[in-house]
Nanobody, 116 residues
Framework: QVQLVESGGGLVQPGGSLRLSCAASGFTFSNYIMSWHRQAPGKERELVARISSVGGSTNYADSVKGRFTISRDNAKNTVYLQMNSLKPEDTAVYYC?????????WGQGTQVTVSS
């Protein structure tokens, strides 16, 4: 059974940091491109960051470049999103995503709220 379980969300003040984790099971993690997406209330889901299957290539949304870092540990079947210098506009539900060809898997999401 495929599972992606996100954790690490919460409430943080502007300028603060959070580290999201996504633990994968039920598929060959190292074969999949992993990414983080987010969806704010009333807005469409958007790509935040993506990392290649072996971790050698990453790309980011312009809005998070220089603040967020995506990484993965294939030995632990886990992908991370380090988020620094958080802004109120980063408030959203953050989703983990795994893709290999036509195979797409989503996590259930974790809430991140940036507020003073």
């Amino acid at each position: 059974q495929v599972q992606l379980v996100e954790s690490g969300g919460g409430l943080v003040q502007p300028g603060g940091s959070l580290r999201l984790s996504c633990a994968a099971s039920g598929f060959t993690f190292s074969n999949y491109i992993m990414s983080w997406h987010r969806q704010a209330p009333g807005k469409e889901r958007e790509l935040v960051a993506r990392i290649s299957s072996v971790g050698g290539s990453t790309n980011y949304a312009d809005s998070v470049k220089g603040r967020f870092t995506i990484s993965r540990d294939n030995a632990k079947n886990t992908v991370y999103l380090q988020m620094n210098s958080l802004k109120p506009e980063d408030t959203a539900v953050y989703y983990c995503n795994a893709v290999r060809g036509w195979r797409i898997h989503w996590g259930q999401g974790t809430q991140v709220t940036v507020s003073s």
